[in-house]
């Protein structure tokens, strides 16, 4: 049994079997992981007493250490409770994003399965804000599933966010909507896109080039079985840009508008702001 630690910190870490409230230092420069990027994450949400979806995120982190050849010491049920543990440890009127993962410390070009340990670390990150952001069309592209582990959620493959990002924001927007190898709308540089038209809700067809966001398909359950019409659908660039509204979904800010992409400036609409409510309902039954 893990020893717990009193901290006034708002963040806390699991390593090793042990809690500490203080960064730790877990590898070093011949470890696989440090070289060769064999690291898989998952992230959370824990706020007001609750954990939505934490099960799902955590069983999406060992499907993760599979697809990049990691071992998976502990299971997804073990992972959730450790998260629990922590999550508990913590003030509660706090905001927190919960990052397990997975990273192998031997191997040469291959990660040796075996070397594979856990860690876990609990953030004060606050929700960014539901103002609303804007985007602007990125010149960076989402890999093919023949060119990246795309259906891991893999360290390896935020480089490729970052440059997008940072392309953005030197134009002037906040994120970048980024285009897969076919001309068609993969997502946002940062989480799953959602658009409004007529009435309809339509975001992109998962084909494998971005994560089926956890989010991503709360919410469309969670519209479905509100009466609402969700299509997952082929979209184009223009497609967003003709749309009546544009939000987002994803683990940092759950739900949010888009009120800008290029020179296409966008109102927080009634179906972002029931996506929202319909989200936020769903979580209050998560308690931890």
Known sequence: MSHHVSTGKPELYYVDGQWSADNPLIVGPRDHAFWMSSVVFDGARAFDGLAPDLDRHCA???????????????????????????IRQLPRERVYYVRPAFYATDGLLIPDPASTKFVLSILDIPWP????????KSSYRRPNVDMAPTAAKAACLYPNVARAIREA???????????????????????????????VVRTPAPTGVFLNGITRQRVMALLRADGIAVEEASLRFEDVLAADEVFNTGNLGKVMPCIGVEDRVFEPGPVYARARELYFDFAKIATI
Do not use: K, Y
Not at 65 to 85: F, H, N, V
Not at 129 to 136: I, L, N, S
């Open 60 to 86: 999406r982190l060992v499907a993760s250490a599979r697809e990049l050849g990691l071992g998976t010491p502990l299971s997804a049920d073990e992972i959730t409770d450790i998260c629990l543990e922590g």
């Open 129 to 136: 804000g539901w103002d609303g952001f804007t985007a602007g």
């Open 169 to 199: 924001q030197a134009r002037g927007f906040a994120n970048a909507v980024m285009l897969d190898g076919d001309d068609h709308v993969a997502e946002f540089a940062t989480a799953n896109l959602w658009i409004v038209s007529g009435g």
